[in-house]
């Protein structure tokens, strides 16, 4: 498009590294009864951000993912358009199958539409560090390879392969791998299944968007 004898930059187009998570959140914010800037407002996002997010120009980060299915009451996986047939107590390694989402991977290790949630999860050196996270509930993470910081509060913490973090996840807390290589953990956290509970995202420097 020119403008003024000049060429505007063109619009970005979808992310298409996860097809179903844009119409999903529209989707789960409509029946949450949550206008855009409400549901934006409650997640501690832009109005715009969480726009871009529903029409699939962004990508939202595994953070965003966790803070959404928070706001809507619902799971991550159905934030990502998974279905299960049926609750199943058993999840064997062949149908984790892994979704990446803001630089992290992660593999679900536990059972859709329960109130607590498991994950296995690959942090990647440098990516999401300064996400600070705000949000009623508790979170339990297991450190398996790699080092691992953890800001909670005021207090910064390194953990080693075997160690874990049981804490109140109204305690800001901040979670980035300490080595190149990355760090894997086992990580669980309750989900507030109430759409009108309140939950923020931030402080987050750079505008405000993850």
Not at 29 to 39: F, G
Not at 129 to 153: A, F, M, Q, S, T
Not at 159 to 169: C, K, R
Request: glycine share 10%; hydrophobic share 40%.
């Amino acid at each position: 498009m020119r403008l003024n004898g000049r060429m505007s930059a063109p619009e970005p187009g979808p992310v298409d590294d996860l097809p179903a998570v844009a119409p999903q959140l529209r989707t789960l914010r409509h029946r949450a009864s949550l206008t855009l800037e409400a549901a934006a407002r409650t997640a501690g996002l832009s109005a715009a951000h969480l726009s871009r997010l529903e029409t699939g120009h962004r990508q939202p980060s595994l953070p965003v993912l966790l803070t959404l299915a928070r706001v809507y009451g619902t799971t991550v996986s159905e934030l990502l358009g998974e279905s299960v047939p049926e609750r199943d107590a058993i999840v064997r390694a062949a149908d984790m199958e892994p979704t990446r989402a803001g630089g992290w991977t992660y593999w679900q290790a536990g059972a859709p539409g329960r109130g607590m949630q498991s994950l296995r999860v690959h942090v990647p050196y440098g990516s999401q560090g300064d996400i600070v996270r705000v949000h009623p509930g508790e979170e339990w993470l297991y450190v398996l390879k790699g080092r691992l910081r953890l800001r909670l509060g005021d207090a910064a913490h390194v953990l080693l392969p075997g160690d874990s973090a049981h804490f109140d996840s109204l305690t800001p807390h901040r979670i980035a791998a300490a080595d190149e290589d990355g760090a894997d953990l086992l990580f669980v956290h309750t989900l507030l299944q109430s759409p009108a509970t309140a939950l923020c995202l931030g402080p987050i420097p750079h505008g405000g968007t993850p």
